[in-house]
């Protein structure tokens, strides 16, 4: 890809402007650029640049979810030129929220973001039972299982599903992520988890280090 191209489509990504991402991504397509090195080397470091601006207190998260829907604008571009192996190259994560929570803003930007950066998501949604999340990584084998709570109240279920879990046999093979605005790196700790996040940066940042040591 051409470095102007490749800096269009990376600085459309940072602005949140979807009409030019969809433009410049098309052009890249239809100059025969590969839908892999345009997610590779302009879509996803222009979200990865935007990370590191939100880590250093330059944008905030209205920017960043702007931004996500830039990028996935052109990400469903991408997505009928992609292989099975090209969308989840980077692993898979079976995500929800908890039992007795219906918060999900918190959660869909999380799994925008990753897979924004090539993994694949497996959604269960809102106020998901402990078994379910030991059932889903049953099913899909993910790499990494990520829980949310957003309620002090449901702060126990992080612990029942770390238990059930362990009971199914799965515990060993996943790594486990929890967030959400009442939890901390303490509490994470005291039930087990693998990882902490307090928001959809940091998450996708935890995820690729749980990987990385796997």
């Known amino acids: 890809m051409t470095d102007d191209l490749n800096r269009a489509i990376n600085e459309a990504v940072q602005a949140g402007d979807q009409e030019k991402v969809a433009l410049s991504v098309q052009e890249a397509l239809d100059r025969g ?34 931004s996500i829907r830039a990028m ?19 692993g898979t994560v079976v995500l929800g929220t908890v039992e007795g929570d219906l918060h999900d803003i918190g959660k869909n930007l999380v799994k925008m973001m990753l897979e924004g950066n090539g993994f694949r998501v497996v959604d ?24 949310s709570s957003l309620l002090t109240t449901t702060m126990t ?4 599903v770390m238990d059930v879990l362990k009971t199914s046999g799965v515990r060993d093979k996943v790594g486990v992520i929890v967030g959400g605005a ?26 690729k280090r749980l990987m990385a040591t796997r």
């Open 33 to 66: 650029v590969p839908a892999i090195e345009v997610l590779d080397q302009a879509l996803v470091p222009g979200m990865q640049a935007l990370g590191e601006r939100f880590t250093q207190g330059e944008v905030y998260l209205p920017e960043i979810l702007i």
């Open 72 to 90: 996935n604008r052109g990400v469903d571009l991408l997505r009928p030129n992609f292989t099975g192996e090209e969308i989840a190259r980077e």
């Open 124 to 147: 269960l949604g809102v106020d998901v039972p402990p078994a379910s999340f030991a059932a889903a990584a049953q099913e899909h084998d993910p790499d990494i299982v990520a829980v």
């Open 157 to 160: 279920t992080l612990a029942e």
């Open 182 to 207: 009442p939890l901390t790196q303490e509490f994470a700790d005291s039930i087990g988890a693998d990882g902490f996040a307090d928001d959809c940066v940091s998450a996708v940042a935890e995820v």
